[in-house]
């Protein structure tokens, strides 16, 4: 008698029959791709350990908004390095601070861009903590005043989303309420609402210019090591108001995502953070691995693993790649 098992490579058979049963898919919408506006002319720096991404200063955010344009993007999330940072980082809820400014100007050129206003301190403070410190101590509810006056200003300018990213308790609440006094009820929050304590943020301080001066970050990101205290800090969040959750890092956290995915009726957002950009770009420069294939196939796990947008440097080129494989 014949064996019997299950055949099921009938459905990998040629890539037109792969293609017919692929159960996800990435597409230019799926992407949020990061922009820092540095304050000042004629800059564009290219951040040395994340090639291909820049420091851009006013006079440069037309040609880069157009390649953003050009390649199907839709949603940028926008970073501020400032000319002067102080103690309680002014810059960020400044009617003339970079980030309002920038928001102004893409929101006049390119409105159809849904402009994401990451919602911090830690690019406009001297320290680079993210809220008010007191000596060795970063001040919870004193940062929060500071957080909504830079969320409310960045809705001024034309933020379609405000995405605070600070980690301070009651941040969501405080800002959704701040937000609604001033008339922007209809502004969606995106909450960095499980955001770990992580070694793979290096990179991305060296573009920010963000790095704390004494200390670390650890008393208000989350251990990498917990997985119930993502639960705890996405209920809170939700309870708070937030519209969107957001899992950072991404490739090590691939677990906390399906959990967000599985618990949570909102909107999951993974942020493929710098250390995991530029680990993929340093191993190709190197010819160690293929990065096209290598990026796309870590992207299309991200939304395997249950992510809804996936915020990348590695948006351009995955865009210009999928838009070969049509």
């Known amino acids: 008698m014949e064996q019997q ?140 005043e500071l957080l909504v006056r830079t969320a409310v200003a960045q809705a001024k300018a034309g933020a379609d989303i405000i995405a605070p990213s600070n980690m301070m308790d009651g941040f969501v609440t405080a800002i959704r309420a701040g937000l609604d006094e001033a008339g922007f009820t209809e502004i969606p929050v995106m909450s ?44 809170s969040d939700v309870a708070e108001g937030a519209d969107f959750l957001i899992v950072k890092p991404g490739m090590p956290y691939l677990d906390i995502v399906r959990d967000m995915k599985n618990n949570f009726n909102l909107p999951i957002v993974i942020y493929n953070v710098s250390g995991e950009y530029a680990m993929i770009k340093a191993a190709a420069q190197n010819d160690w691995i293929d990065e096209r294939k290598t990026v796309l196939e870590m992207l299309v796990g991200m939304k395997r693993a249950g992510a809804d947008l996936i915020i990348t440097y590695h948006a351009k080129d995955a865009c210009r790649w999928l838009k070969e494989e049509e």
């Open 5 to 144: 098992f299950n055949r099921h490579r009938r459905l990998r058979s040629s890539a037109s029959m792969r293609s017919l049963v692929r159960e996800n898919h990435l597409r230019p919408e799926d992407f949020i791709y990061p922009l820092f506006i540095y304050e000042g002319e004629n800059i564009r720096n290219e951040v040395s350990s994340m090639p291909g991404v820049f420091q851009v200063s006013m006079d440069n955010l037309q040609a880069e908004m157009e390649e953003i344009v050009a390649h199907g993007i839709k949603s940028v999330l926008l970073f501020g390095i400032p000319k002067t940072k102080d103690a309680c980082g002014e810059q960020a809820y400044h009617d003339h601070g970079i980030v309002q400014v920038a928001t102004r100007y893409i929101k006049e050129k390119f409105p159809e861009i849904i402009i994401v206003a990451d919602t911090c301190l830690c690019e406009y403070t001297d320290h680079g903590h993210c809220g008010v410190v007191e000596g060795d101590k970063v001040l919870n509810d004193e940062s929060l």
């Open 192 to 235: 960095y609402a499980v955001k770990y304590a992580s070694a793979f943020y290096g990179p991305f301080r060296e573009a920010a210019e963000g790095a704390p001066q004494f200390g670390d970050r650890k008393t208000y990101q989350m251990d990498p090591a917990n997985r119930m205290e993502a639960f705890r800090e996405a209920e």
